[in-house]
């Protein structure tokens, strides 16, 4: 018998390649996050940031030619963290959010579970 990894928390995802969306998804099961709500366009994500449990949120910049920025007010009003994923390097992030953290994609397994966990200690610090 197996012992199976108790979740370490839930992570809202928001992301419009449904390709790229799925590998995530199993990149934090593989970290053993949940992943608590998935989106891949603004208006679903706007309605998840604001019904859905999560601990922390992964949010992809431009969903589908519209920024995030909404989507990112909802969480942070929250008070949850957050993490930019882009192809665009920082300076693609909104104006506001230049401070928080993002990951380049394509982003590997590692660098992945060290975002999140740097992320989820600044809030609890």
């Not at 608590?36 to 679903?44: K, S």
Request: proline share 6%.
């Amino acid at each position: 018998m197996t012992a199976t990894r108790p979740p370490r928390g839930s992570v809202f995802l928001v992301e419009d390649e449904v390709m790229i969306r799925m590998m995530v998804a199993d990149m934090l099961e593989e970290l053993g996050y949940t992943v608590a709500a998935e989106a891949g366009e603004i208006n679903e994500a706007i309605r998840l940031a604001q019904s859905t449990y999560y601990d922390l949120a992964i949010l992809d910049v431009n969903v589908n030619g519209k920024v995030i920025s909404p989507v990112a007010d909802l969480v942070r009003a929250r008070n949850r963290p957050f993490i930019f994923a882009t192809g665009y390097g920082a300076s693609g992030l909104p104006e506001e959010y230049r401070d928080r953290p993002s990951l380049q994609k394509p982003f590997q397994l590692e660098t992945l579970g060290k975002a999140i966990e740097s992320a989820l200690r600044n809030t609890q610090a």
